[in-house]
């Protein structure tokens, strides 16, 4: 994980370099994200004011790795996959600065532990499914292909503990291809 992210923080320094470039929403993008979930951020933009953001990376880990769940607790970070279909638009005339919002769904593999094994500190390797919202804004760097945004949103399981919520946040950094 480390040498992905070493790798993408220097493409997106060298491409930041060598080329200019207005915001372009029509295109690929490709960044990373911290937060919950935290990794690699890929967007596809499509229409007039469509995306397809997914991202993948870790789960658990800013808002605490000990959290309580089922009847058990997770104690780790685990691995998520997330997607969502964003609906987006400009703010202002200069459209460096844009809105987006969406839904989608998310999977989850993390460690359960749970109390009825607590002495032994046994776990269970739990997969979740469940829906997730999202919304943020995003600004485009004028004549650079980089952006920087900053997001919300929520996650609500529906196996194996349904309507069990999460918030999310985040922040990151995407090179516009």
Same mark, same amino acid.
Do not use: C
């Given at each position: 994980?480390?040498?992905?992210?070493?790798?993408?923080?220097?493409?997106?320094?060298?491409?930041?370099?060598?080329?200019?470039?207005?915001?372009? $929403?029509?295109?690929?993008?490709? @960044?990373? &994200?911290? =937060?919950?979930?935290? +990794? !690699?951020?890929?967007?596809?933009? %499509?229409?007039?004011?469509?995306?397809?953001?997914?991202?993948?990376? $870790?789960?658990?880990?800013?808002? @605490?790795? &000990?959290? =309580?769940?089922?009847? +058990? !607790?997770?104690?780790?970070?685990? %691995?998520?996959?997330?997607?969502?279909?964003?609906?987006?638009?400009?703010?202002?005339?200069?459209?460096?600065?844009?809105?987006?919002?969406?839904?989608? +769904?998310?999977?989850?593999?993390?460690?359960?532990?749970?109390?009825?094994?607590?002495?032994?500190?046994?776990?269970?390797?739990?997969?979740?499914?469940?829906?997730?919202?999202?919304?943020?804004?995003?600004?485009?760097?004028?004549?650079?292909?980089?952006?920087?945004?900053?997001?919300?949103?929520?996650?609500?399981?529906?196996?194996?503990?349904?309507?069990?919520?999460?918030?999310?946040?985040?922040?990151?950094?995407?090179?516009?291809?």
């Amino acid at each position: 994980m480390k040498k992905t992210l070493s790798l993408l923080v220097v493409l997106l320094i060298g491409l930041t370099i060598s080329r200019q470039a207005h915001a372009q $929403t029509n295109n690929w993008a490709v @960044g990373f &994200r911290i =937060g919950e979930p935290a +990794g !690699v951020n890929i967007r596809k933009y %499509f229409g007039e004011n469509h995306a397809f953001d997914l991202n993948f990376g $870790t789960y658990g880990g800013i808002y @605490g790795t &000990r959290r =309580g769940y089922r009847k +058990g !607790v997770y104690k780790n970070v685990g %691995f998520s996959v997330q997607g969502h279909y964003l609906w987006h638009g400009s703010i202002g005339k200069a459209e460096t600065l844009h809105y987006y919002y969406g839904f989608g +769904g998310q999977i989850n593999r993390r460690r359960y532990y749970p109390d009825q094994f607590r002495v032994g500190n046994f776990y269970d390797n739990t997969i979740s499914i469940g829906g997730s919202g999202v919304a943020g804004l995003e600004y485009f760097l004028p004549n650079k292909p980089l952006s920087v945004f900053l997001e919300t949103g929520a996650y609500v399981e529906v196996i194996p503990a349904p309507f069990f919520l999460g918030f999310q946040s985040g922040l990151g950094v995407r090179l516009n291809l």
